[in-house]
Nanobody
Framework: QVQLVESGGGSVQTGGSLTLSCTIS????????MGWFRQAPGKEREGVAVMIRDGPTGYADSVKGRFTISHDKAKNTLYLQLNDLKPEDTALYYC??????????????????????????WGQGTQVTVSS
């Protein structure tokens, strides 16, 4: 019943910008992590930008200062703003969420959410291609 639907991917030139959206439905509890991951051909899926509920955020070193993650509660939508795009950013981008399961109380750092193991739901992926 949980669905994550991504949109906004496309092809741009170096230095261009894109905004990715992920609408999330069918859940009742944001357990801990939401985020964006990417996967290039022949490579493992890597964390790009993550958020703990509606609080702290974290970014991969390769995108820090260029990408911004945000969440709109009213629209149940997770966003990723990608600026100053580089060819190395070319990949299939996935949104992901940790939903409807128990978490131990305590303080978590955003870095905790950079692992794919922290997520139980994934979108279908949207392609970002950066040329020249």
């Amino acid at each position: 019943q949980v669905q994550l639907v991504e949109s906004g991917g496309g092809s741009v030139q170096t230095g261009g910008s894109l905004t990715l959206s992920c609408t999330i439905s069918g859940y009742s509890y944001w357990s801990l992590c939401m985020g964006w991951f990417r996967q290039a051909p022949g490579k493992e899926r890597e964390g790009v930008a993550v958020m703990i509920r509606d609080g702290p955020t974290g970014y991969a070193d390769s995108v820090k200062g260029r990408f911004t993650i945000s969440h709109d509660k009213a629209k149940n939508t997770l966003y990723l703003q990608l600026n100053d795009l580089k060819p190395e950013d070319t990949a299939l981008y996935y949104c992901a969420a940790d939903l409807d399961r128990e978490r131990a109380p305590g303080t978590y750092r955003p870095s905790h959410c950079m692992s794919t193991k922290e997520y139980n739901y994934w979108g279908q992926g949207t392609q970002v291609t950066v040329s020249s």
